[in-house]
């Protein structure tokens, strides 16, 4: 049986706690997220297959996304847990509830609905295929090619945070862009539920971001009918990178402040 990547943090008698990353991340992007949750809880952070140093696989779709996250948490024995999911991990996390609904305690999605959304990372799929990696000498120079295909600095060291260095030089890619390429319109398009879901809900959303709207939190509610809302100002789609305090304190209001 094939175990994703993953990281621990805390004592194993606390509350366990996983986070599901987005698409193009990996458990790193967590680190001092979850060191700060660690006081709380036993958190888990791990790698989405075909990212970070989780096995490649053809599949990836959310249901096989979601049997991830239930065999990593057979392996530590976790009959229920707390779960929090960003962007494409809050679709996973959601697509977990519907599958499993009575393993998870609390739910957390950040800055994502479940619905469809327009295709924003092509040009990034594009770059991760025709940048020769192998043939870059330094990250500086990997940077500059990329930034025929991303303006933004930040975004660019986000994502070249999936290539690493070769023995031989030059680098190459930790993701398989193949899979994540084919499966792109699943990742990017809406989850369909079963049933609904009663679980104490908070969906995390970053005040400059238009990932969650008005009409999108009405149909959530429809789905999760207890679910509130929390905006992070000064926030855009990576709140917990951009706002990093005002974040971990929204998780504590959501999974311990409410025992």
């Known amino acids: 049986m094939r175990i994703v990547n993953h990281k621990t943090y805390g004592e194993a008698n606390r509350p366990p706690l996983y986070i599901a990353h987005g698409v193009f991340g990996m458990l790193d ?6 060191q700060n949750l660690a006081e709380y809880f036993f958190v888990i952070t791990y790698d989405a297959r075909n990212h970070g140093k989780s096995f490649h696989d053809d599949d990836a779709s959310y249901d096989a996304m979601a049997e991830d996250l ?3 948490s057979d392996k530590f024995g976790h009959d229920t847990f707390n779960l929090i999911g960003h962007s494409m991990g809050g679709k996973t996390a959601m697509k977990f ?3 499993y ?3 998870v305690s609390k739910l ?3 800055d994502i609905a479940p619905k469809a959304y327009k295709a924003s990372h092509t040009s990034f799929i ?3 295929k025709e ?3 192998d043939r870059i000498a330094n990250r ?4 500059l090619a990329f930034s025929e295909y991303a303006n933004d600095m930040a975004i660019r060291q986000f994502l070249l945070k999936n290539i690493e260095s070769r023995p031989e030089g030059g680098y190459q890619l930790k993701i398989n862009v193949d899979a994540i390429e084919y499966h792109y319109q699943e990742i990017i398009g809406g989850i369909e539920f079963q049933n609904t879901h009663n679980l104490p809900c908070t969906f995390i959303a970053g005040g400059n971001s238009h990932y969650i709207g008005e009409n999108d939190f009405i149909r959530i509610q429809n789905i999760f009918p207890n679910a509130k809302l929390i905006s992070i100002k000064n926030a855009g789609h990576w709140v917990h990178a951009e706002q990093p305090q005002a974040f971990v304190q929204a998780i504590k209001t959501c999974l311990i402040d409410t025992n």
Not at 29 to 34: E, G, P, R, V, Y
């Open 131 to 133: 940048i020769p990696f």
């Open 70 to 72: 239930k065999k990593l």
């Open 126 to 128: 594009q770059a991760f």
């Open 108 to 110: 957390i999605v950040v």
């Open 97 to 99: 509830v519907d599958l």
């Open 29 to 34: 992007n967590w680190h001092n997220i979850a």
């Open 101 to 103: 609904p009575d393993k």
């Open 140 to 143: 500086k120079d990997a940077d």
